[in-house]
């Protein structure tokens, strides 16, 4: 197996989209850094050409270190930020530290990613940075006043670091994800709501994280005469 020329870090390498993302970009040959909260959780995921370690994303020198790691192992070619921070309260028993931790999660750790890896890959004048957003990112609903307030904030971050960076040669890009993606937890909920017998006759209704890896990829893989900035993926009978 020949040494990996470029890397890919993985912020929010969780069970499910972050670890799809580290298992396709480690089959495509590229060598994988990634991080999550309780890091013992990516043993599954790690060897090979994937390591990785705990990461606290809102820790801006934890952050900085960490993509400090992928570039030494090699040249880094792509940050994901993948951080989630989904919650549900009423309006008025979303209380402040909630409100704060979530922003922090989803909006001032991808302002810290975004910053950090443009800061690595402005010199050479290319490299890819993609962050995970949600339909919570275009439209509030009731109960997601936290979550809809950071994942908003991390989408116009987002677009205004695409417009300062495409002309310097690095892609942004920012995917919202319009999902259930197909968990134990929600595959248990979907259950609850239309039975069994419907999900099983829907095989497509639900979201593989795999299908996110893939649009990662499809992304990735773009030529710089046609990047796309936002891209929305959703199932077949999802409504919108």
């Known amino acids: 197996m020949s040494t990996p020329t470029q890397?890919?870090?993985?912020?929010?390498?969780?069970?499910?989209?972050?670890?799809?993302?580290?298992?396709?970009?480690?089959?495509?040959?590229?060598?994988?850094?990634?991080g999550r909260r309780n890091g013992e959780k990516l043993a599954p995921l790690l060897g090979g050409a994937v390591t990785g370690r705990s990461l606290d994303a809102r820790e801006p020198e934890d952050l900085t270190a960490?993509?400090?790691e992928a570039?030494?192992?090699?040249?880094?070619?792509?940050?994901?930020?993948?951080?989630?921070?989904?919650?549900?309260?009423?309006?008025?028993?979303?209380?402040?530290?909630?409100?704060?931790?979530?922003?922090?999660?989803?909006?001032?750790?991808?302002?810290v990613a975004l910053r950090e890896a443009a800061r690595i890959m402005l010199p050479r004048g290319q490299g890819k940075i993609f962050v995970t957003g949600a339909t919570a990112g275009l439209r509030g609903n009731p109960g997601y006043a936290a979550f809809a307030a950071a994942k908003a904030g991390?989408?116009?971050t987002a677009q205004s670091a695409a417009r300062e960076l495409w002309p310097q040669g690095?892609?942004?890009?920012?995917?919202?994800?319009?999902?259930?993606?197909?968990?134990?937890?929600?595959?248990?909920?979907v259950t609850e709501?239309?039975?069994?017998?419907?999900?099983?006759?829907?095989?497509d209704l639900l979201m593989p994280p795999a299908a996110v890896?893939?649009?990662?990829?499809?992304?990735?893989?773009?030529?710089?005469?046609?990047?796309?900035?936002?891209?929305e993926i959703r199932p077949f009978g999802e409504t919108w």
């Open 7 to 34: 890397s890919v870090a993985v912020i929010g390498a969780g069970d499910h989209i972050g670890a799809a993302i580290v298992r396709k970009f480690a089959e495509q040959g590229f060598a994988v850094h990634a």
């Open 66 to 68: 960490f993509l400090a």
């Open 71 to 111: 570039e030494a192992i090699a040249p880094l070619a792509l940050v994901v930020f993948n951080v989630g921070a989904n919650v549900q309260f009423p309006l008025t028993e979303t209380t402040d530290r909630v409100f704060r931790k979530v922003w922090e999660m989803a909006c001032f750790a991808g302002f």
């Open 154 to 156: 991390l989408r116009a």
């Open 170 to 189: 690095i892609h942004v890009a920012h995917l919202v994800i319009d999902a259930g993606v197909d968990t134990e937890w929600v595959r248990a909920r």
């Open 193 to 203: 709501r239309i039975g069994a017998e419907a999900l099983a006759a829907q095989p």
């Open 213 to 231: 890896a893939e649009a990662y990829w499809a992304l990735y893989s773009q030529p710089k005469s046609a990047w796309t900035f936002e891209q």
